[in-house]
T-cell receptor, first 114, second 110 residues
């Protein structure tokens, strides 16, 4: 299957700081990537769709000014959590679909805000 | 609309079979199945497209009943490595935007 990487794997930051998470498709190009958030023992919740060359589309209830998404190239999307607070602590996962429709997930980034 | 998975949890002995169901209230374009182990990202298992499909790989197979908007995942002769939480993800429009069920926790004991 296709390979999607994320960096960093985990991050601990102080409340009020911003954190950037990178998502890369390593062996294929992805015009679209998706960002999910998962709280402990819960399901994956779609946050936004990242579109190469255009603005991201956000799901209802997700603040676009707080979760900045930039799809800089066909292999890279970044999610920046601005002014992070403890309630933003979560497991953030990106995914990218391939031509056949299968969707592959990155390994995830665990964010802890103190 | 989040699809509904059943059961929420199941405990098996190694070698037993399991069925996990995923039901949607809306018409589906495709259904995706994933397995997630604790602290890790979901791993793709298979995708089923509208038109009704059945697929299988090794001892894991799945079916998609388009009319009933339901999909089932079948695990045959379960192995210890099958333990984890299984999620179905539904795509309503073919836009590859997945809405996931609440998950089914599968525990396989020796």
């Amino acid at each position: 299957g296709a390979v999607v990487s994320q960096h960093p794997s985990w991050v601990i930051c102080k409340s009020g700081t911003s954190v950037k998470i990178e998502c890369r498709s390593l062996d294929f190009q992805a015009t679209t990537m998706f960002w999910y958030r998962q709280f402990p023992k819960q399901s994956l919740m779609l946050m936004a769709t990242s579109n190469e060359g255009s603005k991201a589309t956000y799901e209802q209830g997700v603040e676009k000014d707080k979760f900045l998404i930039n799809h800089a190239s066909l292999t890279l999307s970044t999610l920046t959590v601005t002014s992070a607070h403890p309630e933003d602590s979560s497991f953030y996962i990106c995914s990218a679909p391939v031509e056949s429709g299968e969707q592959f997930f990155g390994p995830g980034t665990r964010l802890t805000v103190l | 609309q989040q699809p509904v998975q059943s059961p929420q949890a199941v405990i098996l002995r190694e070698g037993e079979d399991a069925v996990i169901n995923c039901s949607s209230s809306k018409a589906l374009y495709s259904v995706h199945w994933y397995r997630q182990k604790h602290g890790e990202a979901p791993v793709f298992l298979m995708i089923l497209l509208k038109g009704g499909e059945q697929k299988g790989h090794d001892k894991i197979s799945a079916s998609f009943n388009e009319k009933k908007q339901q999909s089932s995942l079948y695990l045959t002769a379960s192995q210890l490595s099958y333990s984890g939480t299984y999620f179905c993800g539904t795509d309503l429009q073919g836009a590859q935007k997945l809405v996931f069920g609440q998950g089914t926790r599968l525990t396989i004991n020796p």
